[in-house]
C-alpha cells in the first residue's frame, strides 16, 4: 500500500492516471505566483469492521469545489458524480485501506508573468493516507488571533482559493508560536468568524450557536452536518453574530471541519471554557459525528459512499 510520500502513488493528472512524481508543474505556472487556485479536502474513512472505505459526503465538496472555480473564472469539466466516480477509481488503483484524505485542486496553468485571471487552467486529484490532523482528544487550547479573517470583498473566504489560505497560515503559525494548539479570527470588524481551517461553534443556554455565512466563512460541510446532528437530537442552531467576549462566557466551544472533525475547545486565551473540561454537547456530537463517517450506524448512510463495494460488483459483473 502506497504512503503519502510515495512517488508510486496514482494521481489525476492532465486528463490521466499517471504516478506522483510524473505529475509535475512548470515554475511559471501562474497559480504558484498568485494563488490562483480553488481546493478541496474530502476525508476517507477506512472501516475494519465492514473491510470499507467511506468517502464523506464527496458529492457535497465537489459540488463547492465546481462552484468556487467559477469564482476564478474557472470551470472543472467533470460533474460532481463523475469526480466521485473517479476518486473511486484512484483508491482502487492505490488500493487504499486505511483513512484517506482528497485533494482536488483546480488552478489557472498558463506558464506566464502577469496578475489577470487567465482563461488556462488545468485540474488535479490526489488522495493520500491520511491520519488525525490535530490531536483534540483532550480538548485544545486556543487564541484569538491578532491576524484578521480576509474579507469577502478582499478575498471570498467562501471560495477555498489558495492564495486566502496565506491567512490561514498565519493566524495558525502565530497560535503555535505562542504556544496555542489553533488559533480563533474576527472579522475585520470583531465578531467571531473561524478557526484557521475549520468553522465554530459555542453552547450557550443550552443553544447552539455558530456565525453565519456573511461572517467571512467557509460554508464548511462539517457545519452543515454537526446542525443536522444536532437536529437530530432536537437542539436547533441559531446562526448569528457572535462578538469575541461570548467566548469567554461560552457552556462549550468546539471546531468544526473535515480536517479537524468535531474538536472540543476548553481554553481561550488562557481563560477556560466553563470548567476546562469537555462540555457534554460537544461529547455527544463529537461521538455522532465519528458514528456517522465511519459507518458505525446506519443512519444518515447517504453521506457515505463506499468505495470497494461498487468496485467489488463491478468486477463481478
Ligand atoms: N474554514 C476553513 C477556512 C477551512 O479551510 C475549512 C476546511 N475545508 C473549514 C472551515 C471547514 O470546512 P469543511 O467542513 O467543509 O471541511
Request: charged share 25%.
Amino acid at each position: 500500500m502506497a504512503s503519502a510520500k510515495d512517488p508510486d502513488i496514482v494521481v489525476y493528472f492532465e486528463g490521466e492516471f499517471q504516478p506522483l512524481a510524473n505529475a509535475k508543474v512548470g515554475l511559471l505556472t501562474h497559480a504558484l505566483h498568485y494563488g490562483t487556485a480553488v481546493f478541496e479536502g474530502i476525508r476517507g474513512y477506512w472501516s475494519e469492521e465492514d473491510q470499507e472505505l467511506y468517502l464523506f459526503r464527496p458529492r457535497e465538496h465537489y459540488e463547492r469545489w465546481r462552484a468556487n472555480a467559477r469564482l476564478l473564472r474557472m470551470e472543472v469539466p467533470l460533474s460532481a458524480m463523475e469526480l466521485c466516480e473517479m476518486t473511486r477509481e484512484l483508491i482502487v488503483r492505490n488500493r487504499f485501506q486505511c483513512d484517506v484524505y482528497v485533494r482536488p485542486l483546480v488552478y489557472k496553468s498558463r506558464q506566464t508573468i502577469g496578475v489577470h485571471l487567465s482563461p488556462e487552467t488545468d485540474y488535479a486529484v490526489v488522495v493520500v493516507p491520511f491520519g488525525k490532523y490535530i490531536e483534540s482528544g483532550q480538548g485544545l487550547r486556543v487564541c484569538v488571533s491578532s491576524w484578521r479573517r480576509l474579507n469577502d470583498n478582499a478575498i471570498p473566504a467562501r471560495g477555498k482559493i489558495s492564495g486566502a489560505y496565506v491567512n490561514s497560515a498565519l493566524a495558525g503559525d502565530e497560535a503555535r508560536a505562542n504556544g496555542y494548539d489553533e488559533a480563533i479570527l474576527l472579522t475585520e470588524d470583531g465578531h467571531v468568524s473561524e478557526g484557521s481551517a475549520c468553522n465554530i461553534f459555542l453552547v450557550r443556554h443550552g443553544q447552539l450557536v455558530t456565525p453565519p455565512v456573511s461572517d467571512d466563512i467557509l460554508e464548511g460541510i462539517t457545519r452543515a452536518t454537526v446542525m443536522d446532528l444536532a437536529r437530530e437530537m432536537w437542539i436547533e442552531t441559531v446562526e448569528r453574530r457572535i462578538d469575541r467576549s461570548e467566548l469567554y462566557v461560552a457552556d462549550e466551544i468546539f471546531f468544526a471541519g473535515t480536517a479537524f472533525e468535531v474538536a472540543p475547545v476548553i481554553e481561550v486565551d488562557r481563560r477556560p471554557v466553563r470548567s476546562g473540561t469537555i462540555g457534554p454537547l460537544t461529547h455527544r456530537l463529537r461521538e455522532a459525528y465519528t458514528n456517522v463517517t465511519r459507518g458505525k450506524t446506519a443512519r444518515d448512510s447517504h453521506w457515505r459512499m463506499p468505495v470497494y463495494r461498487k468496485a467489488v460488483s463491478e468486477t463481478a459483473r
